[in-house]
């Protein structure tokens, strides 16, 4: 389950930069040649890159989860002993899943609502709000999910006696591990 939420996360992620690079650099950059060549826009970039922005966040906060790069400060909860800090961060997920959830329920109601009254964006594009506003629901509903899973994953883990599986899947890596993976202060071993 870990390693589909990871893969569908990953994807996510790339479309967000996709969207974000098709959504937002491309069509600005037709409208500033265009502001160039016959002095004005012809795409309404403002308009799109904002689309493309919500759609990025929402579809890259899955990705955020599963690879906990989610701001946390952890300061305090480093030195409890183990059992605390899995309680702790165990906690701090649920936080996280509760706030997915409210994000996807309230992005959900923008959506309905939109689609209830056929709204339109009120430029010249006239783009139809729930086309954008899908793709920001299915990135948060995909938040959701992967948030709301990884606390009741990593709570079967600790049923089971399983915990490093569960601080895997909710612990934040500690300093040295982060060295380790991003590459720093190997060379110095090495030596």
């Not at 939420?5 to 790339?14: E, G, H, L």
């Not at 600005?28 to 040649?33: A, C, G, L, R």
């Not at 994953?153 to 890596?173: H, K, Q, T």
């Amino acid at each position: 389950m870990r390693d589909l939420t990871q893969t569908v996360s990953r994807w996510f992620a790339w479309l967000a930069g996709a969207v974000i690079l098709f959504g937002c650099a491309l069509p600005i950059s037709i409208d500033v040649i265009s502001r160039a060549i016959i002095g004005r826009t012809i795409v309404e970039s403002f308009e799109i890159a904002g689309y493309a922005l919500a759609a990025c966040i929402g579809l890259g906060m899955g990705y955020t989860v599963t690879s906990k790069a989610n701001v946390r400060v952890d300061i305090l909860t480093a030195r409890l002993p183990r059992g605390l800090r899995l309680a702790v961060d165990l906690i701090a997920s649920l936080a996280l899943a509760v706030t997915a959830f409210a994000f996807a329920y309230y992005t959900f109601d923008v959506l309905a609502e939109s689609w209830r009254l056929g709204a339109r964006s009120v430029s010249t594009l006239q783009v139809p709000l729930i086309l954008p506003q899908s793709i920001w629901w299915i990135g948060f509903a995909w938040f959701a999910t992967v948030a709301c899973l990884t606390p009741i994953l990593a709570f079967i883990r600790l049923l089971s006696r399983d915990m490093d599986g569960a601080e895997a899947l909710i612990s934040n890596p500690d300093l040295m591990d982060e060295m380790k993976e991003s590459g720093i202060g190997t060379k110095d071993r090495a030596s």
